[in-house]
């Protein structure tokens, strides 16, 4: 490979519009490893939703712009898929509750399934790479940023879970990725808007975040996305996805497969790094491919122009692009390529798997366990947009009628403690420590399924088998219904 070649398969942008042709142009001159497909770029049909068919063409038409650049492997296709808040693929696609799910259901094998079947959708439409699971463990109302995208506040229950996950996802023939290395769910501050510090000591941090990292390696897991987190135990002032201690120590566990680092877009990097910097300063620091850089063009000139004077070695630069490529040869080894068979499932498939996790997460944090909560008519408030209509909808499913009767408030994403006679936490759990109703319920999601799942132990029509996965205020981690 060229060095122009070698600093293209490095490279993951994002293209803004539905311009597929342009896209297809850049990649083949550039020779970029491929593209991560944002919800901007997504085709819609007359109804709104996802128009899987015309996705699915202009996914094969960005993989035709690679081979056309004479690659004898596959591009990377890749979404930001994690289900919950997290989801750039919408209807018809099957609608996923959030990854704390997992945690509160505590089924490893239910989890592993998940992932098979939220991959498996994707993989039906060319996708190859997905950004999930999400393996940060987090520490409750002083994370802003994961939250409920946590599966666990449990540093062994995350792991396990993010593996099951992961291995589901490769079941399906999407590579996973574990992240956000050192950790995202025990700092205070949101990447997308400044840089977080990690003021953990190394100990500290073996000992909480870095074990779904070293389960994820255990476990041969492909890919690891190191964040925007400064940590001063290993390089003070400087993001990980752009230190090499930070690398040092992500290879100090054991992993030899391919790092990505986060959005180099995001506002943690690029008001301290513009311009190209930020692309050349990640791959000599160790990463091996740079996703959405604010303009790919400039990030190619600049890894060419520092490999050309020297200010990156020339094996660095090898290195990473032979981690990338070898990679995706393993891929199209290992996996029949979209439209064949086995590869992928219709959209959609999942909603019966969806249900089942919401229905094995939802928690009683407080209250009766066998009685119906509600006789058979309530009163509703709060929520977003659409989760009341969601609710009742759902209400009328199991029989129950809205109007009067006891007064459940829903609470969405950060949302402030509520009153009422039950208080249903839609999202992370944590605005249940304050809420006055007697009785609180956890949720972990606003899918059609979930509030089924809420609807049915509302009634009395089901139980609620779900645990906090976290601790709430007074209300320990493993609280629920016996």
Same mark, same amino acid.
């Given at each position: 490979?060229?060095?122009?070649? +070698?600093?293209?398969?490095?490279?993951?942008?994002? *293209?803004?519009?539905?311009?597929?042709?342009?896209?297809?142009?850049?990649?083949?001159?550039?020779?970029?490893?491929?593209?991560?497909?944002?919800?901007? %770029?997504?085709?819609?049909?007359?109804?709104?939703?996802?128009?899987?068919?015309?996705?699915?063409?202009?996914?094969?038409?960005?993989?035709?712009?690679?081979?056309?650049?004479?690659?004898?492997?596959?591009?990377?296709?890749?979404?930001?898929?994690?289900?919950?808040?997290?989801?750039?693929?919408?209807?018809?696609?099957?609608?996923?509750?959030? &990854?704390?799910?997992?945690?509160?259901?505590? %089924? /490893?094998?239910?989890?592993?399934?998940?992932?098979?079947?939220?991959?498996?959708?994707?993989?039906?439409? @060319?996708? %190859?790479?997905?950004?999930?699971?999400?393996?940060?463990?987090?520490?409750?109302?002083?994370?802003?940023?994961?939250?409920?995208?946590?599966?666990?506040?449990?540093?062994?229950?995350?792991?396990?879970?993010?593996?099951? *996950?992961?291995?589901?996802?490769?079941?399906?023939?999407?590579?996973?990725?574990? +992240?956000? *290395?050192?950790?995202? @769910?025990?700092?205070?501050?949101?990447?997308?808007?400044?840089?977080?510090?990690?003021?953990?000591?190394?100990?500290?941090?073996?000992?909480?975040?870095?074990?779904? *990292?070293?389960?994820?390696?255990?476990?041969?897991? /492909?890919?690891?996305?190191?964040?925007?987190?400064?940590?001063?135990?290993?390089?003070?002032?400087?993001?990980?996805?752009?230190?090499?201690?930070?690398?040092?120590?992500?290879?100090?566990?054991?992993?030899?497969?391919?790092?990505?680092?986060?959005?180099?877009?995001?506002?943690?990097?690029?008001?301290?790094?513009?311009?190209?910097?930020?692309?050349? +300063?990640?791959?000599?620091?160790?990463?091996?491919?740079?996703?959405?850089?604010?303009?790919?063009?400039?990030?190619?000139?600049?890894?060419?122009?520092?490999?050309?004077?020297?200010?990156?070695?020339?094996?660095?630069? %090898?290195?990473?692009?032979?981690?990338?490529?070898?990679?995706?040869?393993?891929?199209?080894?290992?996996?029949?390529? &979209?439209?064949?068979?086995?590869? @992928?499932?219709?959209?959609?498939?999942?909603?019966?798997?969806?249900?089942?996790?919401?229905?094995?997460?939802?928690?009683?944090?407080?209250?009766?366990?066998?009685?119906?909560?509600?006789?058979?008519?309530?009163?509703?408030?709060?929520?977003?947009?659409?989760?009341?209509?969601?609710?009742?909808?759902?209400?009328?499913?199991?029989?129950?009628?809205?109007?009067?009767?006891?007064?459940?408030?829903?609470?969405?994403?950060?949302?402030?403690?509520?009153?009422?006679?039950?208080?249903?936490?839609?999202?992370?759990?944590?605005?249940?420590?304050?809420?006055?109703?007697?009785?609180?319920?956890?949720?972990?999601?606003?899918?059609?399924?979930?509030?089924?799942?809420?609807?049915?132990?509302?009634?009395?029509?089901?139980?609620?088998?779900?645990?906090?996965?976290?601790?709430?205020?007074?209300?320990?981690?493993?609280?629920?219904?016996?």
């Amino acid at each position: 490979m060229s060095p122009e070649q +070698k600093a293209g398969q490095v490279l993951l942008p994002a *293209f803004i519009g539905r311009d597929v042709e342009a896209q297809a142009a850049l990649i083949q001159r550039l020779h970029l490893s491929g593209s991560i497909v944002m919800t901007d %770029n997504m085709p819609h049909d007359a109804q709104g939703r996802v128009d899987v068919a015309g996705l699915g063409a202009e996914n094969h038409r960005r993989q035709q712009a690679v081979a056309s650049d004479g690659r004898r492997w596959p591009g990377i296709v890749a979404v930001d898929q994690e289900g919950g808040a997290v989801s750039r693929v919408g209807a018809p696609l099957t609608e996923w509750p959030e &990854p704390m799910s997992y945690g509160a259901a505590g %089924n /490893p094998d239910l989890t592993r399934k998940a992932g098979k079947g939220l991959a498996g959708e994707l993989a039906a439409l @060319g996708f %190859n790479l997905d950004f999930a699971p999400d393996t940060d463990v987090t520490v409750g109302p002083r994370d802003p940023t994961i939250g409920a995208r946590s599966m666990s506040a449990d540093p062994a229950a995350a792991a396990t879970h993010g593996v099951a *996950f992961s291995q589901g996802m490769l079941d399906a023939g999407v590579f996973p990725t574990v +992240k956000h *290395f050192p950790g995202h @769910g025990s700092v205070t501050a949101d990447s997308h808007l400044s840089m977080p510090v990690q003021p953990a000591s190394i100990d500290e941090l073996r000992a909480r975040d870095w074990k779904p *990292f070293q389960a994820a390696v255990a476990a041969g897991l /492909p890919i690891v996305m190191t964040g925007h987190i400064a940590v001063p135990a290993l390089e003070p002032g400087v993001p990980s996805s752009l230190s090499a201690p930070s690398y040092a120590a992500l290879r100090g566990l054991g992993f030899k497969g391919v790092a990505v680092t986060d959005a180099l877009n995001m506002g943690a990097v690029d008001k301290q790094y513009p311009a190209g910097a930020a692309a050349v +300063k990640a791959l000599a620091a160790g990463a091996d491919l740079l996703l959405m850089p604010s303009d790919v063009a400039q990030a190619h000139a600049s890894i060419v122009q520092a490999l050309a004077s020297g200010t990156l070695p020339a094996a660095r630069l %090898n290195e990473a692009a032979q981690r990338v490529a070898t990679m995706m040869i393993w891929h199209a080894r290992t996996t029949p390529p &979209p439209g064949t068979a086995g590869a @992928g499932v219709p959209a959609g498939s999942g909603a019966a798997l969806s249900a089942q996790v919401s229905a094995a997460a939802v928690t009683v944090v407080s209250g009766p366990c066998r009685a119906p909560l509600v006789a058979s008519s309530m009163r509703v408030v709060g929520g977003g947009t659409g989760d009341r209509e969601r609710f009742e909808a759902a209400a009328a499913r199991a029989g129950l009628t809205v109007g009067a009767g006891p007064l459940v408030s829903l609470i969405g994403a950060g949302g402030k403690p509520a009153g009422g006679d039950i208080a249903v936490a839609l999202d992370a759990p944590w605005p249940l420590q304050g809420s006055s109703a007697p009785v609180k319920v956890a949720l972990y999601g606003r899918t059609d399924a979930a509030f089924d799942a809420l609807a049915a132990v509302l009634a009395g029509k089901a139980p609620a088998p779900g645990k906090l996965p976290a601790a709430v205020g007074p209300f320990p981690a493993g609280t629920g219904c016996p």
